[in-house]
């Protein structure tokens, strides 16, 4: 029988070190370690924190030391033995009725300055803003955190606009954003760069982001010359090239996400590098995105190369804890409807409870909807669902512009041969659907036809509320506002 070496010392202590060979009690030994140095960490210099907190124990010591001669405690005397004899000699000077007052006030004004500063302290960390007061940022903060679980499904600039104005509702937030742009800096890096399309992930992030205003601008910002720099943005740069060096763009957000202090989380809808294609009433079969966008004919269905593309965990997880999932606004056919083609995320939406709510666009897109009324874009989206197999009807619930008023604008906009999307909302509840309209443009006059981020925000947590206050039994009262 083979005899069997015993390990050197060497390896025994590499194995000891291995953590899939660590014991509970090793285990334990490291957590307690850890928090021991954590622990030490707030004895370090620097932290202008220590200070005041000393200053407002001594200050507690003093007020209670004045409340019990001011009180004529005598055992608080006996206790203290080792300043009996300073508490007879000052009462001594002044009468006890006259020093216990002032050796309380003392006390009381050495607690203020202490916890004024720490809370001073703490809000240049929190709150640095000066017009903020600390307790506003942080129930600010608490309410962020308790807002709903909102997952929002689309690309373009609809989705960022959407997000922008979330951020006041709910910290919970996951964009689930399309990469199938091959147009413009983003289609330019992913020929070079054989790197996903990381344009309409920049906006979000930049949606998102909590950090100074300063460091966004530099993120969307978008150079005007130099060779081969023109046309491309820093945070399409800056995304392309995290992306080489962490190896995934999944990575690449979650370290931009850091650098922003992005409020939520933004997800691509696949980790594959997808190609659209598009067949269109005419017969005719075209690719890629930027080509879809100006079809010279109605577009029939929509499909990607490689054909059933994966989900990213994440994005799966985001759906099935989701209190609200929101479809647009965005290009119908561009922006939308490639996070459909994606099968685990139809099934992971069908499986959902969550209510789901379509947001249409104000105006009609030139060669991608051109005649579509809302319940043009909704049949648009079930026969999509429909060409890969899901006879579900995923979003039941519409927010819908409300007739826009005749102006200068609006003419502009049908010249170049958009119009508005029409709402007929008594035909569409007849069908089933539950529609919701709402003054998404804002009430401010503006150089554009878009959804204004706090209009669509108020009106996306109306109906979150609305299907709240239906779902809570009879005597519960009205949802949570």
Known sequence: ???????????????????????????????????????????????????????????????????????????????????????????????????????????????????????????????????????????????????????????????????????????????????????????????????????????????????????????????????????????????????????????????????????????????????????????ERIEGESRIGHAPSPIVRLGCLPERPPALPRAIEAIAHADLIVLGPGSLYTSLFPNLLVPELVEAIARSKAPRLYICNLMTQPGETDGLDVEGHLRAIEAQLASIGVEQRLFPAVLAQEDLPASPLLHHYRQQGAEPVICDSRRLRRLGYSVMQAPLQGGRPTATLRHDPRSLALAVMRFYKQQRSSQLPQGTGRAPQ
Not at 152 to 174: C, E
Not at 220 to 242: D, K, M, T
Not at 249 to 276: F, H, K, Y
Request: positive net charge; aromatic residues 6%; charged residues 15%.
């Open 1 to 283: 029988m083979p005899l069997r070496a015993s390990p050197s010392p060497q390896l025994r202590r590499r194995l000891r070190t291995r953590p899939g060979w660590l014991g509970r009690g090793d285990l334990r030994q490291r957590d307690l370690v850890s928090r021991s140095r954590r622990a030490v960490r707030w004895l370090q210099p620097g932290l202008v924190v220590k200070r005041w907190v000393v200053t407002s124990g001594l200050g507690l010591l003093i007020a209670l030391v004045g409340a019990a001669v001011w009180a004529d405690l005598q055992p608080i005397y006996w206790t203290l033995s080792g300043i009996q004899w300073l508490l007879k000699n000052i009462t001594t000077v002044l009468p006890r009725e006259v020093t216990g007052p002032l050796v309380l006030a003392i006390g009381a004004a050495l607690i203020w300055l202490g916890q004024s500063r720490s809370f001073g302290t703490i809000q240049q960390a929190l709150a640095p803003d000066k017009d903020t007061l600390l307790v506003d940022a942080l129930a600010a903060q608490g309410r962020l955190n308790r807002g709903p679980s909102i997952v929002a499904i689309g690309g373009g600039t609809g989705l960022s606009t959407l997000l922008s104005g979330l951020k006041r509702y709910s910290s919970n937030l996951t964009a689930i954003v399309t990469v199938a742009d091959d147009g413009g800096s983003s289609g330019v890096l992913r020929r070079e760069l054989g790197v996903q399309p990381p344009g309409d992930i920049r906006n979000c992030l930049a949606a998102l982001a909590r950090e100074e205003p300063l460091l966004t601008r530099l993120f969307q910002y978008r150079f005007q010359a130099g060779g081969g720099l023109e046309g491309h943005s820093f945070g399409n740069l800056f995304l392309s090239a995290l992306t080489a060096i962490t190896g995934s763009l999944e990575a690449a957000i979650t370290a931009s996400s850091r650098v922003l202090a992005v409020q939520g989380q933004v997800v691509p809808a696949t980790n594959v590098d997808v190609r659209l294609w598009a067949e269109l009433e005419n017969g």
